[in-house]
Structure formats: C-alpha cells, structure tokens
C-alpha cells in the first residue's frame, strides 16, 4: 500500500485529472461554461433554500422549529421523489466539503474512504425516495432521514402563508414553484397594468377571459413576476433546473450508456454482431425520433418524469452508438492496441482501458449533446402539453406562457433553456480540445 | 525438412496464412518452416509485402481481424503446439513467454497513458503489488539503458524521443522474462546512431537472458551486425535460409544476392544506386512456378513452370532455386565511375 511510502506518494506527478483540470483553466470558453453550468447545478439544489413556502425558522407555542428543514424529504409535500432527492444534495453537498476539509487536511489517505463512505451514505439516503416512488405506501413511511429529523410531517404542512406563526424566517422568495398568491396582497391584476407592463409583460389582447389570475408584473415579492395562476416565476426557474438536470443527465446516461456499449462491440467484435447492431441503428434511425417519442408517452397514461426520461434514453441511443462504432473501429487499428493484445490483456481490457479512453474526447463530445438533447426534447414534449404536469419544467412553463399568449411566461423559461444549452454545447467543444492528450500543455517536460 | 529439431524453441511447419476478403483470397504467407533455437538470433528478411510482420503476428494469432484470416500448419513453442491453443493459454503466452517489439515507437504506445502505465501494464502477468511493481519498472527501464528512469516514469509517450520510446517498448516487451522475443522492424523508424544502440542494447539483452530473438527487418546492416542465422522471404515464401556469414558472403538465391548488392557501399565509386528490377507481385498476382522469374536474372522456362522446393546446399544452408549458387553477373558495370 502506498501507505508505506510516504516519501513517494508526496512525488507523485500530477494526475491525468490533474492535467485535465490545468487544459479547462487555460481556456476562457470551457471556463465560463462551466461557470454558468455549476451556477445552474447550484441553483438546482438550492431552490428550495431560495423559494420555498415554508418558514425556515419558526416559532410557534413557544417552540421553535424549522417546518422547511422538517418537510426537505416529504414526498407528499414535494409531491414525487425528484425533489426530496434533489435535496439530499442540500445536506451532502457541505457535509462532504466539511468532511473533506476537516478529514483530508490531517489525515491524507482518508480520502477515498470518505468518498466512499459519502457515495454509500448518498446512496442510503436515495433508496428511501426511490423505494417510496416505485412502492408508494399506503400511509407515509417514517425511515430514511425522517427518523433522524424528528416527526413526520402533515402531507401539506402549514406555509408562510398559511398560518400565524409567532415569529418566523421566510425564504428569500416566500414561495414554492406551485404556491398561488390568492390572498389579499396578491398581484396587480392584468386588467389594470401599467404602460411599461404592456409592452413588456403583456398578455395578449386577444386572449380568451380565464378564469385565472393574471400574470404580475416582477415587485419585490416576485422578483420576476408570477405566472398565469399567480405562481412565482423565479421559483419556478430554479425548481425547473433541477427538472432539466435530471432529464439532461439521467436520459444521457441511458442514452450514452446504451450507445457507447452497443457501438463499441459494433466496432470491436464486428462480423455478425456489427452487422445486427448495426441494421438495429438503422432501424432506429429511420423513425423520426420525436414522433417516436411523442407515440411512446402517448402509450402512457399519466407519463411521469422518469417514463419520458427513459423514453428518450432509449430512442436517443443511435448517436452515441454509430459514434462510438466509428471510434472503434478506427482505433482498433492503431499499433498500441495489437501492442496491448501482445502483452495478454484479455480484449475486455484492451477495449476498455486503451480504446475507450482514447474515444473519450468523441465520448466527451457525444455525451453533451446527448444531454442538451434530452432536454431540447423534453421541453419539445412539455411545450406541446404532453410532458409530465406535476413537475415545472422550462418546457412546462413555455408551454403556460404559449397557452395565455405571455411574452415573459415564454422569455423566461426560453432563456434559460437557451444560456443552458449553449453552456453544455461549450462545454462539449472544449471538452473535445482538452481530452485530446497530444494538445499542448504547459507542463515543463522532463528534462 | 529438416527444421523438425525437437529441441527447438519455436517451430514452424508449413505455416500458411490466407486472408479472405469479398474480392479475393489472399495467400499471405505460404509453406514457411522455419526453427529458432533457445538463445538463437534468427533474421527473418525481406522486402515490403513479403510476409514478414505476417508471419511473426500470426505466431501470436494477433492477425486484425476484419480481413478474416485462417492459419494453418503447426506452430511449435516450447514443446506445445500454439496453434490451436484456446484464446485463454494464448493470453497467457502473450507478454509472458513471447515479448513483442513493435516497428513504429510513435504509434506503439497509447497516448493517455504515463511510461510508467505502460510499464506497469506489461508486468501483470506477474501479479506484484504496487510498490514491487514499480521497482521491477525502474530496473527494466535501467535495463535498456533508458536514463533518469525515475522522472521519466511520469512522462507521456509523446514526450519522449524515438529511440527512448522504443527503449521502453523493449523494456515492457522483457517485462516477464520471454522466451522468445520478436523485433518487428524495432529499429526500422530510427535514426541510424540510435538504431546502432538499440541493437547493442538488444543484442546484449539477448545474450544476457539467453532469450531468442526473431529479428525482422529489411536491413541487411542490421541481420550482418545482430543475427545468427538468416531466413530470406520472398512472396510468401523462404528462398533461403542459413547462417548469416554464409549469406553475406555466399549468398546462393539470386534475390539474397540482389539484396546484398542493394546495400550502398562507401568503398565502392559513387555511381547509381544498385535495385531488384521490378516489385515485389502482391499475393494475390504471384507468378506460377518460382514466384521470383520475372525479376531473375537466370529465368528460364523450368523456372516458369516448376515451383523450385527449398533444398539443402549445405549441412545448413538451404535455398529454394533451380539455379542456386549461380553469381548474379556484376551490374557495377552500369555503375562504372564516369571520371577515370
């Protein structure tokens, strides 16, 4: 074990991550997409820190307590398993950097058993939604972090708005991506906006009189106004980050997966195999893939998040696929994988560990737009009212805003979808560049 | 034939290599026996296209496979026949007891990963923990006269020069402690001064393990400095096959003194540059009877028709002509210096 040799684990050159992470520093684009991205992420897991309709201090009977902290793993509140997962991430994400910071620095080694210990500790932890979900009880479960937070909470336990507490700390925003202002100092109504407000924030003249409350122009409740049914947009904006996260990542994972397996046994054991899994792409192909999607979903009742995520996973596999096929089939040439093979590394090692790593830029490249992909598809699928209702998507809420003629309803959420998919397709791009290990580097060579 | 030595340590009896393509069937290599003695430097020789590289990677039955090929004959190691040795004993003999050289160093490597991978990577045969290992990597690399070994575990392929990178190929190919070595044009790519010292240091690993090498080259400088014995490929086929002194000096198939005489010597006049009329026919284009009529210079009709066997010259000195031992008529005449 390198325990024993201290002396050489503190020479130990950087590694290929460590290379990686010098080529992203060293240019602007990469960096900036990945700026924006981890805002995003961190956006995503903190919504509900920002929005919520739940005190975060409260004090009520002279007792006090935290209704937002007690609720963060109630999926009947959350209403699905997305979100109480999501924040999961909420507790994790400081615990692993205080455990990192306070472990690591005096203990090197511990690293990768903190990481390990952190991944199983995630991993117990998303059981407990994920069981709920595919085995919804018929009472509420008490387990998982229940146990350790205290009681179990009321279904829809009492908000901001609901109840008079003795004293309570609101969220930034007081509301949650669904909580209507229908109380007294609701929005200005849209019948009698303001000049700036029709040009801007304008609903339709045309539009049919509902029975909905009008979008609000942005005050200082509403930093970016309400919805239709009075719902708070930023809330809705960050709640849908984590919607779009999801798809983004689950379906490209399904999707990438499926693909890079199905390619590179294309490309590397060819003869029949290649010939099947290569007339099956085709097959694929020849379905015009949104209409394939949009059929699917109708086949479901109700289609849930998770039903169009691996619907799309599923149907978006080709590229990665025929991708990855190429890749193989190009690099199974090279000298140093019949080097490899001379050595008596069996050919699952060869094509994993000297030609998979060697199409990680393809990969890399592949991947992104897998993920902008999904989540072009998805807001495809939600824009035309066929996506999963309960969940505010961007594609959702472009969807709200088509249907009551709103120019910020769309604007929006078409923003965010937009500075979203530049920053992955950037990302993409200079992924690309920097996984390409012949670019130069400004290591000093050994001399 | 008399290459059925039991004592030998790679045998091979009517090797025959076939690829098949949906235009044609390709008899790459055809009928070669050949034998290499433990600690033995044996040169396998030829142009491009003669079936070579072929030969050696169908020793290891790592042919690529899109061109379907079949091997046939019998290839002896050690005792056992390999060729139809399930997949799994093949691995086992891959990188243990038969190390392989590759002639590009700039493409032998895999560019993600450290030397020290690389190194790391052909010792797991032997299964060492981690710090054993890389010992074993630093004294290899010492081995092969590859200097500062340990800064220069860290460095990627890419930057190192030719002759460094190809010191490590030979380093990761000795890694187990092979039987048997083959140099597929390991110096081919190199410049000359390295080339010299990566001989040497081959050479001089060879004698020191008492491993045997299968030296293939189209370098006659090289088989001359570095080889015992010589086997000359022409189309497929061995045309001759003996010791090198007798080669160098009495070559018996017109082709061996063809190629001798390609060799640009400094103590001759300057003059053109001597060459094989004509090119090597690809595989499937070979001329009926002696596959090389056409380029010889003492082609008669015998030669059209009947396919010369490889006969014994000597006690160990074969050739495959009808004419062997016949001189190839100087060609110097044509390169008669023009200033008296």
């Not at chain 1, 339709?204 to 708070?232: C, E, F, I, K, V």
């Not at chain 1, 824009?383 to 959702?396: F, I, N, Q, R, Y």
């Not at chain 2, 098949?20 to 070669?32: F, G, Q, R, S």
Request: charge should be positive; aromatic fraction near 6%.
């Amino acid at each position: 074990m390198s325990h024993d040799h201290p002396q050489r684990a503190d020479a130990a050159p950087p590694s290929w991550w460590q290379d990686l992470a010098d080529t992203i520093r060293q240019r602007p684009a990469l960096r900036a997409a990945l700026a924006v991205l981890l805002a995003l992420f961190l956006l995503a897991v903190y919504a509900p820190l920002l929005a919520s309709d739940l005190p975060l201090l409260a004090r009520e009977h002279s007792q006090w307590s935290s209704p937002w902290l007690n609720n963060l793993f109630n999926k009947t509140y959350y209403d699905g398993p997305l979100d109480p997962t999501f924040n999961l991430l909420i507790l994790a994400l400081p615990l692993y950097g205080l455990a990192r910071w306070l472990l690591l620095r005096r203990i090197p080694h511990l690293s990768r058993w903190a990481g390990a210990l952190f991944v199983l500790a995630a991993s117990w932890l998303a059981l407990d939604p994920a069981a709920n979900y595919l085995n919804p009880p018929d009472s509420p479960r008490e387990s998982g972090l229940h146990d350790l937070l205290g009681a179990y909470q009321a279904p829809y336990p009492k908000g901001v708005h609901d109840r008079s507490w003795q004293w309570h700390l609101p969220a930034p925003i007081a509301f949650s991506f669904r909580t209507t202002t229908a109380h007294p100092h609701s929005a200005p109504t849209w019948q009698g906006r303001p000049l700036l407000h029709s040009i801007l924030w304008q609903g339709s003249t045309d539009a049919p009189p509902r029975l909905h409350l009008a979008p609000s122009l942005p005050r200082w409740r509403h930093p970016l106004g309400t919805d239709n049914l009075g719902r708070d947009l930023t809330a809705r904006l960050c709640y849908g980050a984590r919607a779009a996260i999801t798809v983004g990542l689950a379906a490209a994972a399904i999707a990438v997966g499926l693909g890079t397996l199905l390619g590179l046994l294309a490309g590397w054991v060819g003869g029949w195999v290649d010939l099947l899994i290569s007339r099956l792409i085709e097959v694929m192909v020849c379905f015009p893939s949104l209409i394939l999607i949009l059929a699917l979903t109708a086949l479901l009742d109700a289609p849930s998040l998770f039903h169009l995520i691996a619907v799309i996973g599923l149907t978006r596999w080709t590229a990665p696929a025929r991708l990855m096929r190429g890749e193989a089939l190009r690099l199974r040439q090279e000298v140093y994988i019949t080097a490899a093979l001379a050595l008596g590394l069996r050919p699952r090692e060869v094509l994993f560990r000297h030609l998979l790593p060697n199409a990680i830029g393809a990969l890399a490249v592949a991947t992104t737009f897998a993920i902008a992909n999904a989540i072009l598809v998805e807001s495809t699928v939600a824009l035309l009212g066929m996506g999963d209702a309960t969940v505010p998507t961007w594609g959702k809420m472009l969807n709200d805003g088509r249907v009551f003629h709103n120019t910020a309803m769309m604007l929006l959420p078409g923003l965010a979808l937009f500075v979203t998919l530049l920053a992955i397709n950037l990302l993409g791009e200079g992924l690309r560049d920097a996984f390409d290990p012949r670019q130069q580097r400004q290591r000093p060579p050994p001399s | 034939m008399s290459t059925s030595n039991q004592h030998a340590l790679l045998a091979l009896r009517d090797l025959q290599v076939t690829f098949h393509t949906k235009a044609a069937t390709i008899p790459a290599v055809e009928n070669v026996s050949l034998s290499l003695d433990p600690g033995e430097v044996l040169a396998l020789v030829g142009e491009s296209g003669c079936g070579k590289s072929v030969t050696a990677l169908s020793i290891l039955r790592l042919l690529p496979s899109p061109p379907t090929c079949t091997i046939n004959g019998t290839i002896h190691f050690n005792g056992r026949e390999i060729s139809r040795l399930p997949e799994q004993a093949m691995r086992n003999l891959r990188g243990r007891e038969v190390g392989m050289v590759f002639q590009d160093p700039w493409r032998a490597f895999n560019p993600v990963y450290r030397i020290g991978d690389h190194l790391l990577e052909s010792l797991h045969h032997l299964h060492l923990d981690a710090p054993r290992a890389r010992e074993r990597a630093l004294a290899l690399l010492s081995s092969v006269g590859f200097p500062s070994s340990a800064e220069r575990l860290d460095a990627y392929p890419h930057e190192l020069s030719g002759g460094l990178r190809q010191r490590v190929a030979i380093a990761m190919a000795l890694a187990c402690e092979p039987a048997l070595l083959i140099a597929d044009e390991a110096t081919t790519a190199l410049d000359l001064t390295v080339q010299a010292q990566i001989l040497a240091t081959l050479r001089q690993l060879q004698r020191v393990q008492k491993m045997a090498l299968l030296l293939i080259t189209h370098d006659l400088g090289v088989v001359a400095t570095s080889a015992d014995r010589v086997a000359v490929l022409y189309a497929g086929r061995v045309v001759e096959l003996a010791a090198v002194g007798q080669v160098l000096s009495g070559a018996a198939h017109p082709y061996t003194q063809g190629l001798l005489r390609c060799i640009p010597r400094p103590e001759r006049p300057r003059g053109e540059l001597q060459a094989i009329p004509g090119t090597v026919p690809p595989p499937h284009l070979r001329p009926p009877g002696c596959a090389f009529h056409p380029r010889c210079p003492f082609a008669d009709d015998t030669c059209q028709r009947q396919r010369p066997p490889l006969r014994d010259l000597s006690a160990a000195h074969q050739v495959a002509c009808h004419h062997a031992g016949l001189r190839v008529p100087p060609l110097d005449i044509l390169a008669e210096p023009r200033d008296p």
